[in-house]
């Protein structure tokens, strides 16, 4: 299913550097020295990889590190977070290094179909539209919140108060989606239209919420809590209302690499059942999410 040429140089994951995705990667992306993986062929699962998986060592990862806590760089520029962790937890199983490559959001699908990458690892909903390109294995439950500026100035309280009103969101989320979707629901009841500004950077979405430019941001809760908790000492925003659309993050997998994809469903599993996952649910401070077995394509 892969093509050589197009992998990646191999870097270890626990190193500080990254790699730029091919034809994907926004600012900010780093180059990383390569180093020899350090592969494991005596790790419960790893027979169970695709013999170029098996002989790279490495599982390529397409990811926007922009999305503390689930994937973001460290004052040091080092990888860290959730998905991050968990991924060094999966690896395990499978003897081999997830490398995580920084790429823009809504580039990652495009870079797996184009065998780019192996995987996509970025807090990605798992939906019905999104399973006609791609496969998931679910790791995670999340909907999205409204995040807005302390205080809360444009007194929202729920998507229902979008009418009329700005929302700041990262191009080719969900959380776009359902924003554009919100604007159709106003004008369908003859309400003003959600002006949805679309940004590529989640970073660049909350800054205009911070600086008033736009009256709310869409998140999921896991990323919302963490910057309304971490940001300005945790003066900077707020979450209002209800999670909007709960449903499964999924590590993204090519269609075509079927046995890729069920070998991090058992190494996943494993995981779980091993009680590591809940360890990490638990360091993360994020049990709202937190689920006990890993499906594939459980979105809709």
């Known amino acids: 299913m892969r093509s050589t040429p197009f992998r990646l140089a191999t870097v270890l994951l626990a190193t500080t550097a990254l790699l730029s995705a091919c034809g994907g990667s926004g600012d900010g992306d780093a180059a990383a020295e390569s180093a020899a993986p350090a592969k494991n062929t005596s790790a419960p699962l790893f027979a169970s990889l695709p013999a170029d998986i098996q002989e790279a060592g490495t599982i390529q990862v397409g990811s926007d590190l922009a999305y503390a806590p689930m994937e973001y760089l460290d004052e040091d520029g080092k990888v860290v977070g ?42 990605m909903s798992d939906t019905a539209e999104r399973q006609k390109e791609i496969d998931f294995v679910d790791y995670y439950n999340a909907g999205g919140v409204l995040l807005v500026k302390k205080g809360n100035p444009s ?30 629901t106003c004008t369908d009841a003859g309400k003003e239209p959600v002006e949805v500004l679309a940004f590529d950077r989640e970073t660049e979405a909350m800054l205009q919420v911070k600086n008033g430019r736009a009256d709310s941001g869409m998140q ?9 908790r971490t940001s300005g000492g945790g003066n900077d925003f707020e979450i209002v209302g209800d999670q909007i659309e709960a449903g499964p993050l999924g590590i993204a997998v090519s269609k075509e690499d079927t046995q890729l994809r069920d070998a991090i469903q058992e190494a996943l599993q494993a995981v779980m059942d091993s009680g590591d996952y809940q360890k990490l649910i638990d360091a993360y401070e994020v049990p709202l999410g937190a689920i006990d077995e890993a499906t594939i394509n459980g979105g809709s």
């Open 82 to 123: 959730f998905d991050v962790e968990l991924a060094d937890l999966i690896g395990e199983q499978l003897g081999v290094e997830f490398v995580f490559n920084n790429a823009q959001f809504d580039s990652l699908i495009t870079q797996l179909k184009s065998d780019r990458i192996d995987v996509a690892i970025s807090g």
């Open 155 to 184: 007194g929202l309280q729920s998507a229902d108060d979008l009418c009329g009103k700005t929302v700041a969101v990262q191009r080719g989320t969900t959380a776009e989606e359902v924003s554009n979707a919100q604007s159709t």
């Open 220 to 228: 999921d809760y896991p990323v919302a809590a963490y910057n309304a």
